[in-house]
């Protein structure tokens, strides 16, 4: 048999097996996978001696290219799909933004334009609602026919994003009906509103204080309420950026009762605390974003979270701003900050040194994290999220043993600060294919603007 590729000597690693093997690619597909494959007649070969083969990352959960707060985010999709492939995600689900008086349609379109032509990777979307009439009650169900099958609903944000709970039950019980996956922003929101107005007229000022103003009662209370209106509906429910033990005991609970409750915690709350912020001047709203950091504590329970499947994945929340001109907005008003971190490049190496080295979990549950487990709940597998014939060549050649320092010098995303600066991580992505291109090889960009393409989800099926 003749592959146009064939990465050799590698061990595989999916989230249930580990194995010695090469893998055979022809076209954009595996097309075999086998000790000693027959390589005489085959194009590039790949030497995978001592390091690992994983599917490529799916961050289920990035803003490029977003209005925000008075600005935009910093990473377009060129710049962020490159960013991600160097950190070996190759399938990255964004967030199309519907805006009040909007059709569901025009967002999707919107996003569409932005990604299109400039993707290095694969993308999909999510649908941001925030005005949910008749139409677009209607339309949810036309969305999930094309692919776009998860919906993004805000607790948070008064008169910007966030729906009351008549709405959101509304769009949970349609998601349910058409087989889409709501993903739940929980913070209570308005009564966040109210301590922030009255730390404003205490003169508090600072960026720490848009952590000290969101406590973590705020995200339990609006987790737990989530997932009862879930429960009401019938439908299943994702939160997204868990960040304290509060959520995490909510999403507990409601999995130990059989219910389809699902979260994703992030790199930021694993790895940052409240600590991060006890810098100079206005250097903390390098960590504003939402939901914010927490005390330290929370960050054992997160990694247990996971390692217990409490936690399902590790997606980034992927939103830069940079330091100079758009964090600078919130100079003299936390409130002005714009919020959101850079993350989209670290994420493999930051959950494979915390989790596998830091021997949380193995290297399958490190797989199932950040690449099956995300397929599985959001409709891309098996198409993409594990090594299979069959399947997209999506796949990182992992050096479990090369450290790094992660630092904005090296890094490649479009943003002047890095959130984990100084960050020693065990684990590096080598070379990264796309589809059966390689896109990343030896520390350079090797892909190709606009390769990626829109992948058409299917409807949720559970993991
Ligand atoms: O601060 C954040 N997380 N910015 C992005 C928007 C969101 O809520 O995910
Ligand atoms: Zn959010
Ligand atoms: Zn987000």
Not at 157 to 182: C, E, N, W
Not at 421 to 441: A, C, F
């Amino acid at each position: 048999m003749r592959f146009d590729t064939v990465i050799r000597n590698g061990t595989v690693v999916t989230a249930t097996d580990t194995f010695p093997a090469d893998v055979g690619i022809v076209g954009d597909k595996i097309s075999a996978i086998a000790a000693g494959l027959p390589v005489e007649n085959s194009g590039k070969t790949i030497d995978a001696r001592g390091r690992l083969l994983f599917p490529g990352g799916i961050d289920v959960h990035t803003h490029l290219d977003m209005p925000f707060g008075g600005t935009t985010s910093a990473d377009d999709f060129e710049t962020g799909t490159i960013a991600a492939a160097f950190g070996g995600t190759t399938t990255l689900i964004d967030f199309a933004i519907q805006y009040k008086g909007q059709s569901l349609r025009e967002a999707f379109d919107t996003w569409m334009k932005k990604a299109e032509g400039k993707a290095v990777a694969d993308f999909a979307f999510h649908c941001i609602i925030t005005d949910l009439g008749s139409a677009q009650l209607e339309e949810m169900g036309q969305l999930v026919r094309e692919g776009v099958s998860s919906f993004k609903l805000f607790m948070a944000y008064p008169g910007v994003f966030m729906l009351d709970d008549a709405t959101i039950f509304r769009a949970m019980s349609q998601a349910a009906k058409h087989g889409g996956l709501i993903c739940m922003h929980a913070e209570n929101g308005g009564a966040i509103d109210v301590i922030v107005q009255r730390a404003l007229a205490e003169g508090k000022r600072a960026p720490k204080y848009h952590a000290l103003t969101r406590p973590t009662t705020a995200e339990g209370e609006a987790t737990s309420r989530a997932i009862a209106l879930a429960e009401m509906a019938g439908a299943p429910v994702y939160i997204v950026h868990l960040s304290c033990n509060e959520a995490l005991e909510k999403v507990r609970e409601a999995r130990d009762r059989g219910l389809p409750a699902y979260a994703e915690t992030c790199p930021q709350y694993l790895f940052l605390s409240l600590e991060n912020f006890d810098v100079p001047g206005f250097e903390g709203a390098k960590y504003v974003f939402t939901p914010p950091l927490r005390e330290k504590w929370h960050q054992e329970k997160l990694w247990q979270g996971l390692a217990r499947d409490t936690l399902q994945v590790v997606s980034t929340d992927h939103c830069p701003f940079c330091f100079k001109e758009q964090k600078e907005l919130g100079k003299d008003d936390f409130t002005k900050i714009p919020n959101g971190g850079p993350g989209i490049e670290h994420r493999l190496s930051l959950v494979y040194t915390g989790g596998v080295h830091g021997k949380h979990f193995s290297p399958n549950r490190f797989v199932e994290l950040v690449s099956t487990a995300p397929a599985r709940l959001f409709g891309l597998y098996p198409r993409k999220g594990t090594i299979a014939v069959g399947s997209d060549a999506d796949i990182v050649v992992f050096d479990p043993h090369q450290e790094d320092t992660i630092s904005a010098a090296t890094h490649h995303m479009r943003v002047d600060y890095s959130m984990f600066e100084g960050i020693r991580v065990k684990g590096v992505p080598k070379t990264v294919l796309s589809r059966g291109q390689v896109i990343i090889d030896g520390g350079k960009f090797v892909g190709r603007r606009g390769a990626g393409q829109f992948i058409r989800r299917q409807t949720y099926s559970g993991v």
